[in-house]
């Protein structure tokens, strides 16, 4: 689930915690761009798969420059089309 930023401050000002789906063991980092990233390369439902993406990538706030983000799109379509 990705909350957008008026969710995350309705949340946050009710006091409720944001909860994010994931198996034990693997821990996926807290930021808004890992959901994205997950669906754009069909990871979504592939806890393994996407701990080992989101371990590869660094650090995500990298991935907020434009050049990042070309340089990534094309091996999230690899992973999409092999079924990660």
Known sequence: MTWDALQ???LDALGLAR???QMPG???PDDP???PLLR????HRDADG???LVR??????DLRSA?????????LRQLRRHGG
């Open 56 to 61: 590869s990538l660094g650090a995500l706030t």
């Open 67 to 75: 050049a990042a983000k070309r340089a990534l799109w094309p091996r």
């Open 33 to 35: 761009l890992v959901d």
């Open 50 to 52: 996407a701990c080992a």
């Open 19 to 21: 909860y994010r789906v």
């Open 40 to 43: 754009a390369a069909g990871l």
């Open 26 to 28: 693997q821990v996926l």
């Open 8 to 10: 995350i401050t309705a």
